[in-house]
Each structure stands twice: as structure tokens, then as C-alpha cells.
């Protein structure tokens, strides 16, 4: 008989981005025997002085890292939406993310600046930052990165719009591969107003620091 594959959850198959993930954690000692095989196969001995702690370190980094599937967008923005009549965009900028390619397990790091227009509800600024971290603390591709931030916003403020813009470094390409250490990854998403040409624009100068004080 077939075995039946486990089935995914918190996977970019999500509907509900701001719904509870219920991925469970691997047994941290399977995690540790994994590693050492792994040394040994590269040609390394995990028993000597410099080694024999990896395979722990490693577990305990992984499971730092990849925090973002044992928690939800619901969590870390608790109670700190607000009713507020506000008309104007709200940008936090220059939000530092650190994530990992899901395609060689190498880090890609960089910042990521979101805005939104309200519709009579704001979010308090420190959860916008922790909203990223919940979908950059996982096995990711920027590119879905970047929709899921806008999307989980979409859905917990109902705005006329939001806009997201992430700019990266990529390691898989910077140490191997194509080996090219300065180039930089960009992508956006937009939802709602933020289609609109004007409110785009505008929100592309901000992000980019056309910020000017009369």
C-alpha cells in the first residue's frame, strides 16, 4: 500500500493567511542525527572538537529561523488594531528581513518597506515589522514573500490599499552559482488603490527616500 504524503500546513497553499499555522516541529534528535550524516559525508569527522556540537547548534539555529510556521499573523497583531478616521498613506520603511531560500537553504537578507491607505482602521507601527518576520522566518522565495506581506494586510485592515516593496540580497547567488555579490533583488506587490498610478507612484518615492519636510 501506498504510503499517504503528510500533509502541508502554513504552506504558500494558505488561504487564510492570518489564520493559526499548525506546522509541528521535527523531532530535534532526527534533526541532529541528519547532521551528522551529512558531515560525514562532505568528509568531515563530527566527532572532533570544532564538530561534535554542530548538529546541535544547527538544530536549535534551524528552529530559530524558522520560527514564522509556529506562529500567525493573528498572534503578533493581537488587539493593536484601532478604529481611526485617517486618510493618508502610512508607510514604515526600511524593515529589515532575513529569510531563507527555499531552493539551497541559503539566507537572503535585506529591507522591506510597506504602506497602507486606512479605511478607518489603523494597525499599531511595531506589528508591521513582526507581520514580515512572520512570513520571512520561513523557507521562502522573495517573490511570494512579498505577496503574502500585502495579502496578510489586506486581510486583518481591510484598507483601500497596500503596497509592498522588498529589496534583497540573494546568498545563492552571491557565494554560488553566478557568484555576483552586488546584485540586488526587488519585488512589489500591490493591492487595491495602490494600483492606481498616482498612489503607486507616490508610494515608490517614499519608499525609495523621497521623503522631503517643508
Known sequence: MAKSSPQRR??????????????????????????????????EDPDRE?????????ETSLKYLTQGYATCVADVVNDAVFEEV???MILVRDIELYSLCEHHLLPFFGKAHVAYLPQGKIIG???????VDVFARRLQVQERLTDQVADALMQVLEPLGVGVVIEAYHLCMMMRGVEKQHSKTVTSS???????GNTRDEFLRLAH??????
Open 10 to 43: 502554513g504552506s504558500e497553499d494558505e488561504r487564510d493567511v492570518t489564520g493559526m499555522s499548525q506546522v509541528v516541529a521535527g523531532d530535534g534528535s532526527i534533526i541532529c542525527d541528519l547532521v551528522r550524516q551529512m558531515l560525514l559525508h562532505i568528509g
Open 50 to 58: 570544532g564538530l561534535v556540537k554542530t548538529p546541535t547548534r544547527f
Open 86 to 88: 485617517h486618510d493618508s
Open 125 to 131: 507601527l511595531s506589528k508591521i515589522p513582526r507581520v
Open 190 to 196: 500591490m493591492r487595491g488603490v495602490f494600483l492606481d
Open 209 to 214: 527616500g523621497g521623503i522631503w519636510l517643508d
